[in-house]
């Protein structure tokens, strides 16, 4: 889908952000078809 990151980029994205704010609520969307 042209991303310009890679799986692993929004991992550690993701895992940075809980490790600075545990209760953060972190919303994907999935689009499958």
Known sequence: ?????TE???SDLIESI???IP???IG????AG
């Open 1 to 5: 889908m042209n991303r310009h990151y």
């Open 8 to 10: 692993r980029e929004f």
């Open 18 to 20: 809980h490790d600075r």
């Open 23 to 25: 209760l953060a609520a």
């Open 28 to 31: 994907v969307d999935v689009m």
